[in-house]
């Protein structure tokens, strides 16, 4: 049986303020298969960070899970008791962040906190634990661990302190891993280097990516899946060849216009006309249609639902068998 | 590192020079000094003899160097109203004060560190707000309202709390009297050390706290998090080592200010310390206790910087690094 080990239905994330509720995610459903790697694109403000901070139990007041369910290989997560969520953190799901240079704690030794997080979770001595620690860092690729394991974060380089990062993530072998822009705040020479370390890892263990991520190319190279989000909903989800080479909605479709070719990829998305709304002014029916060359009247009032098309699902009428047949009828 | 204490050092002379200076000067504009000791049918003959023999027709170069000299060996002169050594006079006070001051801050670090903590965690619980509610009244009133008011609740309605005075003390090693070793002693320094360290502690607190609510934003906090360490050792590992870093600044150079603030807390409880004598001094004009009082003012000040730059180092280990680098 192969049963996803994240699955997402209708997750809905809210932000309580002053001046009213803000719906940040709206009613979002993926699966992540065993092993597979999912990419998560979009414009800034999407939503990509928010959806991960929801999966790992991070969300911070006053933002909220309002409606929908989150299951980790089958049990559900969402509504745990705070002790025993924590307990999955780090556990059966790791979280990297973007900015290695800020996520490791200044004052405490690198070797610390790897071994603080390894006893966390796993039934080890410390002697055990501080092994484990520096075969983790060789595998990562530090190089002279037996050493380095007792210096400081700031003796470490960007890509250093994001393998460090890595390792800390993977430490008790999780099911998932959150990677939530990885590779944005490093120098472009690691970028690679980095990502190809985080499909190696995780492909030997068997781990699942969720990937978050500006960079096209670096999906085109890593993930199976791709979700592309837009407005706190996901506009299209495939296979990475389907959705990158052939894109089905409009939005997706401006997206992957700003690739040339898969291998010298490395722009940031190209700017389609006009920009995102503000969470507070999202507009009815398909939040995209300020912005679609091909909106109608229909696109204006109901929101799209994901619809089958092809290899994957899209949210866009235009994929609408009903819409479709009175086009046709029309015409 | 030697390289940085070596530059602190030099620093810290010349601050030290640079009061030194102004305590000089006080001497030449609050008047001739000599007619201070003289009286106004002293003979002309006898008033040069002790210009002379006070140097001061020496150029004031000289007169300087001579004050700075004497003053580097704790000699500051005789008091024009004590005619006594104004060193004996600053050491027989000088325990008094400094056990004020030393309380003061233990008092204020020892509550206000946990109740910054504690209004940071819960930010919203009915005790965290009353801690903050409390802590604006402990920065806007005055120190000797505080001190009235203590005294009068604790000392004239309950009657608990001696209102003045140390209390009973015991000499310990040559001029040092202590107050901490007896009961009396210790209850008469309740009053003043709470009132001293009233305005540091809720200062500490909400430093604590701002800083506190800071760092728990923080990536590496975030981080911590998801790693799955417990709260515990989030909030009380990870949290409280990097908000205590700055702290420690602020708390070494509140110990210098809870010393100098003395004066008003000792005149309210007439404690008998530095800064009652250094009133006295400014009511009688006794320069020698004025000069000398600014001066041991400002060393115990550059001192305690230089030991909180060298914790400082100490604990964070990204300092220690530019400095070995330096
Ligand atoms: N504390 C908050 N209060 C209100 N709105 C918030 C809060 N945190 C996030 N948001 C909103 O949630 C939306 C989604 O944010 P999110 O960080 O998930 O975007 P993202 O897709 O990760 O963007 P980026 O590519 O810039 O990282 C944004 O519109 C943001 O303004
Ligand atoms: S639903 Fe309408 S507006 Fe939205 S993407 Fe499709 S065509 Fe454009
Ligand atoms: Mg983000």
Not at chain 1, 237 to 247: D, H, L, S
Not at chain 2, 165 to 192: C, D, F, M, Q
């Amino acid at each position: 049986m192969n049963e996803p080990v994240l699955s997402v239905r209708d997750l809905t994330v809210e932000f309580v303020t002053r001046r009213g509720t803000l719906r940040a995610i709206d009613a979002i459903s993926f699966d992540i298969a065993p092993g597979e790697v999912l990419g998560v694109v979009g414009e800034s403000g999407a939503g990509k960070s928010l959806t991960g901070t929801a999966v790992i139990g991070l969300l911070e007041p006053p933002g909220r899970i309002a409606g929908g369910e989150i299951r980790l290989s089958g049990r559900r997560i969402d509504d745990l008791p705070p002790g025993e969520m924590r307990r999955l953190r780090g556990k059966r799901i790791g979280m990297v962040f973007q900015d290695p240079l800020t996520s490791l704690n200044p004052l405490f030794r690198v070797g610390d906190q790897l071994v603080e997080t390894i006893m966390t979770h796993l039934p080890v001595t410390k002697e055990e634990a501080r092994k484990r620690a520096i075969d983790l860092l060789a595998e990562v690729g530090i190089p002279a661990p037996e050493r380095r394991i007792d210096g400081w974060p700031h003796e470490f380089s960007g890509g250093m302190r994001q393998r460090v990062v890595l390792a800390l993530a993977l430490c008790a072998e999780p099911d998932l891993v959150i990677a939530d822009e990885p590779t944005t705040a490093l120098d472009v020479s690691v970028q690679a280097q980095i990502i190809a370390l985080l499909k190696r890892l995780c492909r030997e263990r068997g781990t699942a990516v969720m990937l978050i991520t500006h960079d096209m190319g670096v999906i085109a190279e890593t993930a199976d899946r791709v979700a592309v989000m837009y407005a706190g909903r996901i506009v299209e989800i495939g296979p990475v060849r389907e959705v990158v080479k052939n894109p089905q909605h409009p939005y997706a479709k401006g997206l992957m216009g700003s690739i040339p070719s898969l291998e010298e990829s490395r722009e940031r998305l190209l700017q389609i006309e006009g920009s995102m709304p503000r969470l507070a002014a999202i507009p009815k029916g398909c939040a995209f249609h300020p912005r679609c060359p091909h909106a109608f009247a229909r696109c204006h009032v109901e929101k799209p639902v994901l619809l089958e098309s092809g290899a994957g699902r899209v949210a866009c009428w235009l994929y609408d068998g009903d819409t479709v047949a009175r086009a046709e009828t029309a015409a | 590192m030697l390289a940085f204490i070596l530059r602190r050092l030099m620093q810290s002379v010349l601050v030290l020079l640079s009061v030194a200076l102004i305590a000089f000067a006080m001497f030449r504009f609050v008047g001739d000094p000599v007619n201070q000791l003289v009286s106004l049918d002293t003979p002309a003959e006898q008033v040069r003899q002790i210009r002379e023999s006070l140097g001061l027709d020496d150029p004031v170069i000289v007169q300087f160097l001579r004050y700075v000299a004497n003053a580097a060996q704790m000699e500051f002169g005789i008091s024009y109203q004590f005619r006594q050594p104004v060193t004996t006079l600053l050491a027989e006070r000088a325990p008094a004060t400094l056990e004020l001051a030393f309380v003061s801050a233990l008092f204020s670090l020892l509550v206000g560190i946990p109740m910054g903590v504690y209004t940071a965690l819960r930010r919203d619980g009915v005790l965290a707000r009353v801690f903050q509610a409390v802590s604006l009244v402990g920065v806007s009133l005055p120190t000797f309202l505080i001190g009235i008011l203590l005294i009068y609740l604790f000392a004239v309605t309950l009657g608990w709390l001696p209102s003045f005075g140390r209390g009973e003390t015991v000499k310990i090693s040559g001029s040092w009297s202590t107050g901490l070793l007896t009961w009396s002693g210790l209850k008469a320094l309740v009053l003043p050390a709470v009132t001293l360290g009233l305005f540091q502690m809720t200062l500490i607190m909400r430093l604590v706290r701002a800083e506190m609510l800071e760092v728990l934003r923080t990536d590496y906090i975030k981080f911590a998090r998801a790693r799955g360490l417990s709260t515990r050792a989030v909030h009380f590992g990870h949290a409280l080592k990097n908000t205590l870093v700055p702290v420690i600044t602020i708390a070494g150079l509140q110990l210098g200010s809870i010393i100098a603030f003395a004066i008003i807390t000792e005149t309210v409880f007439q404690w008998p310390g530095m800064g009652v004598l250094f009133l006295k001094a400014v009511q009688n004009v006794d320069i020698p206790i004025m000069a000398a009082y600014l001066v041991m003012i400002s060393a115990l000040f550059v001192v305690i910087n230089l030991a909180v730059d060298l914790l400082y180092a100490m604990v964070d280990p990204r300092l220690r690094a530019t400095l070995k680098g330096a």
